[in-house]
C-alpha cells in the first residue's frame, strides 16, 4: 500500500458526460502528479500541483482541468468525454519539491466511456 | 528534451535465469533515472532510482540497474527469475523543462516468466 487514494475505482460514463476523480496524497506529500495510461497512448504525465499551485503540464487536453485543495487532495475533471478517453488514470504524490524524489502512485482509477 | 526508449517491449525468460530489460535516456540535463514495475491491475511501485550518486544501483527483489552515460543506457537486471517478476516495467527520466519539472515513462517492457 502506497499510502495514496484514489476514488473512484471505476466509473462508467457515456461520450458528452464530464466525471471527477478525486486523488488524496500520502500524509504530508505536498506534490501531486496526474498520468493517464492507455493502451495506444502508454503512461503520459498530464499535471502536477505542487501546495495547490500548478507546477508542471504535460499532454493535458484543454478538456481536462485540475486543482489541488487546501488539504492537499486533488481533483481531475474530465469534460465532453470522448471514447478515446478510457483509460487508467493515476495519480502519484511525492514529498519533495527537488528533482530526484520518487513518486507513490495510487492504484489509479478505470474510466469507461461508452 | 528528455526521453526513454525501452527497446524491447515484451521480453520472456525461464525461472531461475537473468532478466535484463533495456532502457536509454536522452536528456538535456544531468538525469535522474527510475524503473517502476506494474504487476496486473495495480499500481506502479517504484525498484530504484539513480541521482547521481553510485552508477550501479540496487533496488528491491534483487534488482539492479547500471548508468552508463557514454552509453546512454540504463539497464534492468537481475540475477535469477521468480515467477512472481511477471509484470510491466517502465523505465523513467526525469527533468527539467520549461513548463517545469516532468517525468516521462518509457513504453514499458512486458516480462513474462515461464516455470
Known amino acids: 500500500d502506497s499510502g495514496v487514494t484514489q476514488t473512484p475505482k471505476h466509473l462508467i460514463t457515456a461520450t458528452g458526460q464530464r466525471v471527477t476523480l478525486r486523488c488524496s496524497p500520502r500524509?504530508?506529500?505536498?506534490?501531486v502528479y496526474w498520468y493517464q495510461q492507455s493502451l495506444d497512448q502508454g503512461l503520459q504525465f498530464l499535471i502536477q500541483?505542487?501546495?495547490?499551485?500548478?507546477?508542471a503540464k504535460g499532454n493535458i487536453l484543454e478538456r481536462f482541468s485540475a486543482q489541488q485543495f487546501p488539504d492537499l487532495h486533488s481533483e481531475l475533471n474530465l469534460s465532453s468525454l470522448e471514447l478515446g478517453d478510457s483509460a487508467l488514470y493515476f495519480c502519484?504524490?511525492?514529498?519533495?519539491?527537488?528533482?530526484?524524489?520518487?513518486?507513490?502512485f495510487g492504484p489509479g482509477t478505470r474510466l469507461t466511456v461508452l | 528534451a528528455q526521453s526513454v526508449t525501452q527497446l524491447d517491449s515484451h521480453v520472456s525468460v525461464s525461472e531461475g535465469t537473468p532478466v535484463l530489460l533495456r532502457c536509454n535516456y536522452s536528456s538535456s540535463y544531468s538525469p535522474s533515472l527510475f524503473w517502476y514495475v506494474q504487476h496486473p491491475n495495480k499500481g506502479l511501485q517504484l525498484l530504484l532510482k539513480y541521482t547521481s550518486a553510485a552508477t550501479l544501483v540496487k533496488g528491491i527483489n534483487g534488482f539492479e540497474a547500471e548508468f552508463k552515460k557514454s552509453e546512454t543506457s540504463f539497464h534492468l537486471t537481475k540475477p535469477s527469475a521468480h515467477m512472481s517478476d511477471a509484470a510491466e516495467y517502465f523505465c523513467?527520466?526525469?527533468?527539467?523543462?520549461?513548463?517545469?519539472?516532468?517525468?516521462?515513462f518509457g513504453t514499458g517492457t512486458s516480462l513474462t516468466v515461464i516455470p
Open positions: 500524509s504530508g506529500d505536498l506534490s
Open positions: 523513467v527520466v526525469s527533468g527539467v523543462t520549461n513548463t517545469g519539472n516532468q517525468f516521462y
Open positions: 502519484a504524490s511525492r514529498g519533495g519539491q527537488g528533482l530526484v524524489g520518487e513518486q507513490f
Open positions: 500541483y505542487y501546495n495547490g499551485e500548478e507546477r
